[in-house]
C-alpha cells in the first residue's frame, strides 16, 4: 500500500504553473452573469448611495465594466418606462433592486420584483424585443448586466409588448433600457 497523497506526489500544486487554470476574462455563462448580478446586487453599500431618481427619464449610472461587459444601475418613477426595443447583439440579466417592474412581451405580461414574489431577475436573449415599464405607485430601481456591452437599442412599433411610457431616440446612453 501507498502511503503518499497526491500532493505529495504532485508536489507544491502552486509551485507547478502549467497546472493551474488560467483565470477567466469574464463571465461566460448565463448562470456566471446571473451570479456576477446577485453579488452586485447584494453589495448594497456599493449601489445604493449612487441611486438618483429624474422626474423627466430614468435615470442611469454605468456601475462597472468588465472585459465585454457593462452594469448599469437604473431609477424608475411610477409610469417610466423604456419603449418597446430590443438590445442588438447584446444579451443581458437584469433583475429588480427596490419596488417593481412590469416587462411586457409578445408572450404577455410579467411583473418583476426584489424578491417578494419571486421574480428575482430575467434574462433575456439578442433581438428580444419587450418593453420594462414601472406601473407601480412606488419609485423602482434596477440592475442590468449587458454582454456585450450595450451598443444599440433599436425601438419596435407598436405591437403586443407595447406599454404606456416610451423612451427614444439615437443616444443609446440617454435611452438605456432594461
Do not use: C
Not at 424578491?115 to 436573449?125: E, I, L, M, P, Q
Amino acid at each position: 500500500m501507498n502511503s503518499d497523497s497526491d500532493l505529495q506526489i504532485a508536489g507544491d500544486i502552486l509551485a507547478v504553473q502549467h497546472l493551474l487554470q488560467p483565470a477567466k476574462p469574464h463571465p461566460t455563462t448565463v448562470a456566471e452573469f446571473a451570479a456576477l448580478a446577485r453579488a452586485v446586487a447584494a453589495d448594497r453599500d456599493r449601489w445604493a448611495p449612487l441611486v438618483a431618481y429624474d422626474a423627466t427619464t430614468r435615470w442611469y449610472h454605468r456601475l462597472d465594466t468588465g472585459p465585454g461587459y457593462e452594469v448599469w444601475l437604473l431609477s424608475w418613477l411610477p409610469g417610466q418606462g423604456t419603449g418597446r426595443h430590443d438590445h442588438g447583439r447584446s444579451s443581458g440579466v437584469m433583475t429588480v433592486l427596490e419596488g417593481e417592474l412590469t416587462e411586457h412581451t409578445d408572450r404577455g405580461v410579467r411583473l418583476l420584483d426584489g424578491g417578494a414574489r419571486g421574480a428575482w431577475g430575467r434574462v433575456f436573449a439578442p433581438g428580444q424585443v419587450h418593453e420594462i415599464v414601472n406601473d407601480s405607485l412606488e419609485p423602482a430601481v434596477s440592475l442590468h448586466v449587458y454582454f456585450p456591452g450595450l451598443t444599440e437599442m433599436p425601438m419596435h412599433p407598436e405591437g403586443p409588448a407595447a406599454g404606456t411610457a416610451r423612451t427614444s431616440g439615437p443616444n443609446v446612453r440617454a435611452a438605456l433600457s432594461a
